[in-house]
């Protein structure tokens, strides 16, 4: 589903020694199947949100390939990759991007909707959308502008999002950094549950041990490399 090879990429720093450039990922390679869950942790600034962008098709790295549902994504054209994006991938951050003008029903029909206006998309599955209303206890605010929700609505609402149109691999960067400790476990139940029911991939950052407890794999990035991380 996601296979990254000899990945390396650096930021134009002329304070930085080698020539002016430090590899914030090295040659690393990584591979991750449609099902499968994988936790990504490391100190601040070794690189994972990095990775996650050059995993996602955000950020073109400077070296190494990246396949998403086996397409080498830096090698399709903008309408391909948009289209790839739009279908196959699934985004939840730490700062939830919920679109402010739509209601919680509309933000998370959203990619669903983009999707059903291009060709041949199926219609969305109503079943599934009354499953994750009512699993993410979403019905009683569904009509709410984001502005009217706690923290913890608007995340479950990003997370619904996310998963809604079924996405082959959802991408989570801090899914539950701006939660109280409670709330975190019960995000991240509900994210593997839902994650499992849609048969998706997910790459996750954390700084969050506990919350990196709940995926299949977790790895360390440390100076560019991929490690496995202690405990797993
Ligand atoms: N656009 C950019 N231009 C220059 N340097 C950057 C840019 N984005 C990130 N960096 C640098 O790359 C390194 C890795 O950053 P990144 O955000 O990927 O780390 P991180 O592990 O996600 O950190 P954190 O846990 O603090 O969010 C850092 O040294 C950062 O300063």
């Known amino acids: 589903m996601l296979k990254l090879q000899n990945v390396s990429h650096w930021f134009d720093d002329a304070s930085a020694p080698n020539d002016g450039q430090s590899k914030v990922l090295d040659n690393l390679s990584l591979t991750l199947n449609r099902g499968q869950s994988l936790a990504l942790m490391g100190t601040s600034g070794s690189g994972k949100s990095?990775?996650?962008?050059?995993?996602?098709?955000?950020?073109?790295?400077?070296?190494?390939?990246?396949?998403?549902?086996?397409?080498?994504?830096?090698?399709?054209?903008?309408?391909?990759?948009?289209?790839?994006?739009?279908?196959?991938?699934?985004?939840?951050?730490?700062?939830?991007?919920?679109?402010?003008?739509?209601?919680?029903?509309?933000?998370?029909?959203?990619q669903s909707r983009l999707n059903q206006g291009h060709q041949q998309h199926e219609a969305i599955d109503s079943h599934w959308l009354d499953h994750l209303m009512t699993t993410m206890a979403l019905h009683e605010v569904s009509h709410r502008l984001p502005e009217q929700l706690s923290g913890g609505q608007q995340q479950r609402v990003a997370i619904a999002r996310a998963v809604a149109h079924k996405p082959a691999i959802v991408f989570?960067?801090?899914?539950?950094?701006?939660?109280?400790?409670?709330?975190?476990?019960?995000?991240?139940?509900?994210?593997?549950?839902?994650?499992?029911?849609?048969?998706?991939?997910?790459?996750?950052?954390?700084?969050?041990?506990?919350?990196?407890?709940?995926?299949?794999?977790?790895?360390?990035?440390?100076?560019?490399?991929?490690?496995?991380?202690?405990?797993?």
């Open 172 to 232: 989570a960067d801090e899914p539950t950094g701006n939660l109280n400790d409670s709330l975190s476990h019960t995000v991240m139940e509900l994210l593997m549950m839902l994650s499992r029911e849609a048969n998706c991939a997910l790459l996750m950052v954390t700084h969050s041990a506990a919350m990196a407890g709940y995926t299949d794999r977790v790895l360390t990035l440390q100076s560019g490399k991929l490690e496995q991380a202690q405990n797993s």
């Open 50 to 110: 990095t990775l996650l962008q050059v995993a996602a098709g955000l950020e073109l790295p400077k070296q190494g390939r990246v396949e998403l549902a086996d397409l080498p994504i830096y090698e399709l054209t903008d309408d391909a990759l948009s289209a790839l994006r739009r279908e196959q991938l699934g985004f939840v951050f730490q700062q939830f991007n919920l679109l402010p003008g739509l209601s919680v029903i509309d933000n998370i029909l959203f």
